[in-house]
């Protein structure tokens, strides 16, 4: 089954302490991102990949790093988290632009931070 | 700034009636608008239009996109209580780049 998987799906963490969340597709999709979602804001880009080794910013990328070892992994780190990065977060991936940029989604990480 | 916004934010309706959701953007490079269809927490890709006046249609769904005057439309036809949903609209700025609006929750009453 074509899928995007994120994990973990629920996390609770302290502020400061680094964090990683894992993001596996099994599509052979060149282009994967990660978006937070939070109320009155809609989706938002934090970083997104072309390709393996290729990656760059989204629109809210400060405080969080990303990598693309592997065509189908791209997790998203959080070195040292704080309160306001609290969020519902999507890794999502796609083929190429004519399919549909970001046609598959995870289905969400609920990150909160004390 | 790039934005992307869509009216109305929430919309309550009887099932069976047609409802109609609004995108309008500003971007300085359009490639595309998509619109996703999200229920309980991952969105699912409904639409994605790049030219103006060529109507989508999937079943019920369809959609079309005026580049002109920077909008979008959603038309549901003889809604159902499962269409019940947030529905956003974002616009492809190029390279995976996407900028989404703050959604429409559309709720449909039995």
């Known amino acids: 089954e074509a899928q995007v998987t994120q994990n973990p799906r629920y996390l609770i963490t302290v502020t400061g302490k680094k964090l990683t969340v894992t993001c596996s597709q099994n599509?052979?999709?060149?282009?994967m991102s990660w978006y937070r979602q939070d109320p009155g804001l809609g989706l938002r880009q934090i970083y997104y990949?072309?390709?393996?080794?290729?990656?760059d910013k989204g629109d809210v990328p400060e405080g969080y790093k990303v990598s693309r070892k592997e065509k189908r992994n791209f997790p998203l780190i959080l070195e040292s988290p704080s309160p306001n990065q609290t969020s519902l977060y999507f890794c999502?991936?796609?083929?190429?632009?004519?399919?549909?940029?970001?046609?598959?989604f995870g289905q969400g990480t609920r990150l909160t931070v004390v | 700034e790039d934005k992307v916004v869509q009216s109305p934010l929430s919309l309550v309706v009887h099932e069976g009636d047609t409802v109609t959701l609004n995108c309008s953007y500003e971007?300085?490079?359009?490639?595309?608008l998509l619109w996703y269809k999200q229920e309980k927490k991952a969105p699912t890709f409904l639409f994605m239009l790049?030219?103006?006046?060529i109507e989508k249609k999937s079943g019920r769904l369809s959609s079309i996109l005026d580049k002109k005057e920077l909008f979008s439309i959603l038309n549901i036809t003889a809604t159902q209580t499962g269409d019940s949903a947030v529905y956003l609209c974002?616009?492809?700025?190029?390279?995976?780049?996407?900028?989404f609006g703050q959604g429409t929750r559309l709720t449909i009453n039995p």
């Open positions: 999502a991936s796609s083929a190429s632009l004519r399919t549909g940029a970001n046609a598959f």
């Open positions: 599509m052979n999709h060149e282009y």
């Open positions: 990949s072309m390709n393996v080794e290729v990656t």
């Open positions: 971007v300085t490079n359009f490639r595309s």
């Open positions: 790049t030219s103006s006046g």
């Open positions: 974002a616009v492809n700025r190029g390279a995976q780049k996407l900028v």
